[in-house]
């Protein structure tokens, strides 16, 4: 049994002490029993997992969190109630394919079921995927947010403006932002064009996706927990929280998960793959250590997995599943339905370090 240890709240004189206080002692043994979901409390995200009088709220608790650290404040007169079961709590979807946007397959089903689900088990999410050109705007009632766009982005030493757009899926109550760009998604299909070839520039766009995403995130000053990439265009999204955005206090403390399905360019990166992916300090020489051949179609897979804390293999991929396993990275394999949000959820408190 864990040993409990003895916390003195005595010296706590002010309301505003109180958070500092919590992430001091964030690694304390639950007094009146446990979450059967967590076998300790972990005070990561104060803002998420204190509730009392005086103004302090907290997000409404998974109904299944019924289990609470009652902590006393004598020189405030308060009492805190400290569930256990909302230290991880936002998770950030960057997918490629989402229904009713595209039509259906493996990943588009998976890119709207998954985050609904894992919404409906009292999760906070932002769902964020490419403005495709196949994708009616007007039949999705999408709609540019002006306050977030705006901002060029530079690949390869080119500028890019970033557009915003936004729409909504009514039946689930989530909210969708699309990433768009004249030049790598206006009148253009996903990874290949209306004759079935593939697109020369596609690692460019993933890079751009990428940096677009994490910017428009920073601009919502909404701090992840967990973020889930699905699908090719979301590769680079790994490599960039693990060495550009590697200091930036809304990516600090995220962790990443990619889901790889079947789909990935097969042509080989593009001449300017290593300049177009260089950002800050996410350059080729960072790659180098993993053992990635930028010249290979493979190395936008193999990034994703090597700088990603765990996978989701939603696809039979025997290369990619050996490569994970000698970068050490832990894996499921589930096809990415509703049926399998149980097993997410349960792999993502794995990867976030709460099992």
């Known amino acids: 049994m864990q040993k409990k240890n003895v916390l003195s709240t005595e010296r706590v004189k002010n309301r505003h002490d109180v958070p500092v206080f919590l992430q001091k002692n964030r690694n304390f043994a639950a007094e009146e029993g446990n979450c059967p979901h967590h076998k300790h409390l972990c005070f990561q995200k104060p803002r998420c997992i204190v509730m009392g009088r005086r103004g302090w709220v907290a997000p409404p608790l998974p109904p299944h969190s019924t289990v609470y650290t009652r902590l006393r404040f004598p020189a405030l007169h308060m009492t805190l109630l400290i569930s256990p079961y909302t230290t991880m709590k936002k998770i950030l979807f960057i997918t490629q394919e989402i229904l009713p946007y595209v039509k259906s397959s493996q990943m588009a089903i998976a890119g709207r079921e998954i985050p609904q689900s894992v919404q409906e088990?009292?999760?906070e999410i932002r769902t964020f995927m490419p403005r495709w050109g196949n994708i009616n705007e007007r039949r999705n009632q999408l709609h540019e947010v002006i306050r977030l766009s705006g901002l060029n982005i530079i690949v390869d030493d080119s500028d890019h403006p970033l557009i915003i757009k936004v729409a909504s899926i009514q039946q689930a109550r989530m909210q969708v932002y699309f990433i768009d760009n004249d030049d790598y998604f206006f009148k253009r299909q996903m990874l290949n064009d209306e004759n079935g070839v593939e697109y020369p520039d596609n690692t460019e766009r993933a890079v751009f996706y990428a940096r677009g995403v994490l910017e428009t995130v920073k601009k919502l000053r909404w701090a992840p927990d967990i973020i889930h990439c699905h699908g090719w265009i979301s590769s680079i999204v790994p490599f960039f929280i693990k060495e550009a955005y590697a200091d930036e206090p809304t990516f600090q403390?995220?962790?990443?998960?990619?889901?790889?399905?079947?789909?990935?360019?097969?042509?080989?990166?593009?001449?300017?793959?290593?300049?177009?992916?260089?950002?800050?300090?996410?350059?080729?020489?960072?790659?180098?250590?993993?053992?990635?051949?930028?010249?290979?179609?493979?190395?936008?897979?193999?990034?994703?997995?090597?700088?990603?804390?765990?996978?989701?293999?939603?696809?039979?991929?025997?290369a990619l599943k050996t490569f994970a396993q000698e970068q050490n990275v832990p894996l499921i394999e589930c096809k990415g339905t509703k049926a399998d949000t149980p097993a997410i959820i349960e792999f993502y408190n794995k990867v976030f370090g709460e099992e």
């Open 121 to 123: 088990n009292g999760y």
């Open 253 to 318: 403390n995220a962790k990443v998960v990619f889901s790889a399905y079947d789909e990935f360019p097969q042509l080989p990166p593009a001449e300017n793959f290593p300049s177009a992916v260089s950002y800050r300090s996410a350059t080729p020489k960072a790659i180098a250590p993993k053992g990635i051949d930028l010249t290979q179609p493979e190395a936008i897979a193999q990034m994703a997995v090597a700088f990603s804390d765990g996978l989701i293999l939603s696809t039979q991929n025997d």
